[in-house]
């Protein structure tokens, strides 16, 4: 059971519903629609084709609106590109106009406003770099520092520079009224810089008339700043490498990374790390050895999820990206949980009743043994709060609302579960039962930890914990049987030709069926030969021996 999520970015690659099931399968949590690129109907058919595949393979996916902030950006060129010399010197203004030798256009209307002579101008993520000299009528003029090939539309990112556009512009106000019309579960809002970004936004979507999670996207240099200020506000955070890197030293972005993750898991917020982790992958079936390393370095370090961008938007091997990843960090955490209990005082939640809770129910867990804690959570919030300690115990959030399930599919650790609206203590031991279903191994006589808010009303607090006996559940499933919970109960199939008998799968079988007998990996005898999660059997073998045959 994996615990890392993997965000994966939506594109021209994936308007594919058949791509999107594939992408689900292989192991993607939460799709993100990225709003600097795109019309809104192309972004409209991506989130139906994603309800659409969700529904189909019965696994919750969350998805994501990546606002586009301020970015800047350079215009159009005569024959889509401008070639720059170093030494050359060329004018900078806001213009819809070709560009053409010695003038580039801009998107940014404030551009001659906010650059002064001796400032930094970066282009294309830092590949060219200009020096602003002077403002005159005409524009901005800058020397080439280091040229190169200039293309249409690449970044400009301007290091230093008091940018006076606000992080929450027009568009992404428009694009945010059409983002919640569609119902996407999470918000990001790019270049924050200071919290009183992120109560602009919460400000917007409270008018909106909508309740939603905000993650705050870390890319620039005054958001490190006062990153403990954004870090109370913010329900998620995300470090843009990408940008950051241009805005800093890029040797400084390892360090940041390991930093932000660290604070953000004192302040109980969940981090995801972005950029260029796969990048070769865009052209290549395979990622560099640089690139696996990045991947395990970031779990490692903490991180909730790992993502993907143009990898899976742009990129030739989009199902292979995802797979990929879910091996990185499948074996990453293998290695990482071997060694790391789970993390005693770490969190400081804003509410001491549920964070002593979900400390309470980790430390219960742990030295109980226990099988895996099944957490009530109309929100998910508890859930997210129970997931900070990272629980070497499986943990399965269950909740009647939609968002909520969806939600948690963002955060490490948690598999959500939807179930019927419930509100008397009762229900819930049949419920536990169930949850208790999909969580790798455990049989009936484990014992589970539960959690939930008392008889859960609308808005409870979670206020309740107590240990269960998973009691006798009936016979095996068939291969007629419905999906269970948020993914299928499914067939392994073993094939003895092709097996080598090397002990992967049985060390990462979690329900203990598998063994090495005869020369060859084999279901235990009198096992059922059933797969409740994505098999971690199948990520495992070299030979591809071992699959497991999960319902169409």
Not at 224 to 229: A, E, F, K, Y
Request: aromatic share 4%; hydrophobic share 40%.
């Amino acid at each position: 059971m994996r615990r890392t999520k993997i965000v994966a970015t939506m594109g021209p690659a994936t308007l594919d519903g058949a791509v999107l099931v594939e992408l689900i399968r292989a192991g993607m949590s939460v799709a993100r629609l990225n709003f600097s690129h795109g019309t809104r109907e192309a972004h409209q058919r991506q989130f139906e084709l994603l309800r659409a595949a969700s529904a189909e393979t019965g696994q919750t996916v969350a998805v994501l609106a990546d606002l586009q902030g301020p970015k800047i950006r350079v215009g159009q060129f005569e024959g889509g590109a401008l070639t720059l010399r170093d030494g050359d010197r060329v004018t900078i203004r806001p213009s819809k106009e070709i560009g053409h030798d010695g003038v580039i256009p801009t998107t940014y209307e404030r551009f001659c406003d906010d650059v002064k002579p001796g400032d930094t101008v970066l282009l294309a993520d830092g590949e060219m770099e200009l020096r602003a000299e002077e403002t005159t009528d005409a524009g901005t003029v800058c020397v080439v520092v280091h040229g190169g090939e200039l293309t249409n539309h690449k970044g400009i990112n301007l290091p230093g520079v008091d940018v006076s556009e606000p992080a929450l512009t027009e568009k992404d106000r428009e694009d945010l009224a059409f983002a919640l019309d569609l119902g996407v579960d999470f918000v990001a809002l790019s270049f924050v810089r200071r919290p009183q970004d992120l109560l602009d936004i919460k400000r917007a979507i409270h008018d909106l008339g909508a309740v939603m999670p905000v993650i705050a996207k870390i890319e620039k240099p005054e958001a490190i700043d006062c990153l403990d200020s954004i870090l109370r506000i913010a329900d998620v955070v995300m470090i843009a490498r990408g940008d950051l890197g241009v805005e800093m030293p890029l040797e400084r972005v390892p360090i940041l990374q390991k930093r932000i993750i660290l604070q953000a898991h004192r302040r109980s917020v969940p981090v995801i790390t972005a950029t260029q982790m796969l990048q070769s992958m865009v052209e290549s079936p395979r990622p560099t050895r640089a690139e696996a390393s990045d991947v395990a370095n970031a779990i490692y370090d903490g991180t909730d999820a790992v993502m993907l961008s143009a990898e899976t938007a742009v990129g030739a091997f989009p199902v292979q990206t995802v797979r990929t990843m879910d091996r990185i960090v499948r074996t990453a955490e293998r290695a990482l949980l071997l060694t790391t209990p789970f993390q005693d005082g770490l969190t400081h939640s804003v509410s001491v009743h549920a964070n002593t809770i979900a400390h309470a129910a980790c430390q219960a867990a742990h030295d109980l043994n226990a099988r895996g804690l099944v957490v009530f959570s109309r929100s998910g919030a508890t859930a997210r709060l129970i997931s900070m300690y990272r629980s070497r115990q499986p943990v399965i959030g269950v909740t009647p609302h939609d968002c909520g399930c969806r939600r948690m599919a963002l955060y490490w650790g948690v598999n959500p579960l939807l179930v019927e609206e419930f509100d008397k203590g009762e229900e819930m031991v049949p419920l536990t039962e169930q949850a208790a279903r999909l969580i790798p191994g455990c049989t009936p006589g484990d014992t589970v930890v539960v959690t939930s808010g008392g008889s859960m009303p609308e808005g409870s607090v979670t206020d309740s914990l107590r240990i269960q006996t998973v009691q006798a559940w009936g016979p095996a499933p068939t291969a007629d049987d419905p999906p269970v919970g948020p993914q299928a109960t499914s067939p392994i199939a073993i094939d003895e030709i092709a097996c080598i008998a090397c002990g992967g799968c049985v060390m990462a079988c979690q329900r203990r069926v598998l063994e090495i007998a005869g020369g060859v990996a084999r279901v235990v005898e009198g096992r059922e030969p059933w797969c409740v999660r994505l098999g971690d059997c199948e990520g495992v073998c070299p030979t591809g021996a071992i699959t497991v045959r999960r319902p169409s």
